[in-house]
């Protein structure tokens, strides 16, 4: 015979506490993986920035000097790991500004989000003018 209170429920609720606990790691794991797909889009909304500053800067480098600016930027871009979107070189010679779009893919991604991240930078000469 068993004394009462040893821990076993007349009222049948038995197990209900790994139920719980099953409950919980569920919702622990769900915020886990919500927060590495936001970092995971954080992370590559500013390594494109970065890559859009090094390509555009590069760009208005080569063009400065009388070459393809955009050559260049495509070049560098897959050389970052990023897709040249546009490419755009407004100006002449002397006075430009090259304006490129990136696109950073996104590694750790859900189904319904974009599989990348777009940034624009821009760079460029501008002429100074003398105040006579």
């Not at 400065?64 to 930027?73: E, I, N």
């Amino acid at each position: 015979m068993r004394p009462r209170g040893c821990g076993v429920s007349p009222t049948g609720e038995r197990g209900s506490g790994t139920v719980l606990v099953a409950g919980v790691v569920l919702v622990l794991m769900a915020v886990t993986t919500a927060l590495l797909v936001i970092g995971g889009y954080i992370l590559a909304a500013d390594r494109a920035r970065g890559a859009a500053d090094l390509v555009a800067v590069s760009a208005a480098a080569e063009q400065s000097d009388g070459g393809d600016g955009c050559r260049v930027a495509a070049r560098l871009a897959q050389r970052n790991g990023v897709g040249l979107v546009r490419c755009v070189v407004a100006g002449d010679s002397l006075d430009f500004v090259v304006s490129v779009t990136v696109r950073q893919p996104v590694r750790l991604r859900l189904p319904l989000l974009p599989n990348g991240v777009p940034a624009t930078s821009h760079a460029g000469r501008l002429g100074v003018v003398s105040r006579g």
